[in-house]
């Protein structure tokens, strides 16, 4: 494994309406934890509910998992508790980065508090180009990236649906959504 002072930690976004954002970044969780490197996964909309992926990073001394979020927040009936929420995860996620601790940090589902306002979009930029570590890799996943964070990332992936399950009546299934 390189060593910090020989990488160049990459920041990633997943965006766009298609599923497997998270999927994709959960993936390299595994693969950065399976080369021994030090994993911080911080989820920004799900709430305390258990999820496969979040199982087996137990399994993995290298991965720190924090679910922060309040749940599914487009159904909200308190914005003001939304927005709070968003804001104390996204303190919690800067000291996250900002301790040298890990070697990848994934950031799931902040890319909707940009789109709902909650986070700006240059907040966020602005802490990437001045204070992230310049070996540290960073993923961000949602719909809605903001153009700022997009123009700060090294590598942006929209996910594009064309067919969804969901559609033909298929709830979500555990293993697969789950």
Request: negative net charge; glycine residues 10%.
């Amino acid at each position: 494994m390189k060593t910090r002072d020989r990488r160049h930690g990459v920041v990633l976004v997943h965006t766009g309406e298609g599923k497997g954002k998270s999927s994709s970044a959960f993936g390299m969780v595994f693969r950065a934890a399976g080369w021994g490197m030090k994993v911080c996964v911080i989820q920004f909309i799900k709430g305390q509910w258990q999820t496969g992926e979040q199982r087996a990073a137990t399994r993995f001394e290298e991965i720190e998992w924090h679910a922060l979020g309040d749940g599914f927040t487009w159904d909200t009936k308190n914005p003001e508790q939304d927005i709070k929420t968003s804001r104390e995860i996204w303190e919690f996620s800067k000291q996250k980065i900002l301790s040298e601790e890990f070697d990848l940090v994934i950031l799931d589902e902040i890319n909707y508090c940009c789109g709902y306002g909650w986070i700006s979009g240059q907040e966020i930029a602005d802490f990437i180009k001045n204070d992230k570590p310049a070996w540290l890799h960073l993923v961000m996943t949602g719909r809605n990236a903001a153009p700022e964070v997009i123009e700060a990332a090294d590598t942006v992936t929209e996910m594009t649906r064309i067919k969804h399950a969901y559609a033909a009546g298929i709830k979500a299934e555990q293993g697969v959504e789950f």
